[in-house]
């Protein structure tokens, strides 16, 4: 069964860094697509940015590209979202998802809150 357990969230002052974590157990497959999305009350869940596994191929939303930085530890397959320059509209609860290469199968996290506040 997979698992994907989401950390790193809290409040943050505008202009100010964040650093998501999420961690995955119970994958088995050698080839899948590691993602954070984001919901922000009254919003539908948008999509932010992707790692491929393996390859560490990067994309990102438009919304938070140069900003935000997806990146993998492969020591224990760990996802990492560094979000600087944190505004108000980034306030939401971040999922963290897995979607395998060729199923349609995919997992969410429980969500982590990020608040950004003065």
């Known amino acids: 069964q997979v698992h994907l357990v989401e950390s790193g969230g809290g409040l943050v002052q505008p202009g100010g860094s964040l650093r998501l974590s999420c961690a995955p157990s119970g994958i088995t497959s050698s080839r899948y697509y590691m993602s954070w999305y984001r919901q922000a009350p009254g919003n539908e869940r948008e999509w932010v940015a992707t790692?491929?596994?393996?390859?560490?191929?990067?994309n990102y939303a438009d919304s938070v590209k140069g900003r935000y930085t997806i990146s993998r530890d492969s020591s224990d397959n760990t996802i990492n979202l560094q979000m600087s320059g944190l505004e108000p509209e980034d306030t939401a609860v971040y999922y963290c998802?897995?979607?395998?290469?060729?199923?349609?199968?995919?997992?969410w996290g429980q969500g982590t809150q990020v608040t950004v506040s003065s």
């Open positions: 998802n897995v979607r395998f290469s060729g199923s349609p199968l995919n997992y």
């Open positions: 790692i491929t596994v393996p390859g560490g191929i990067t």
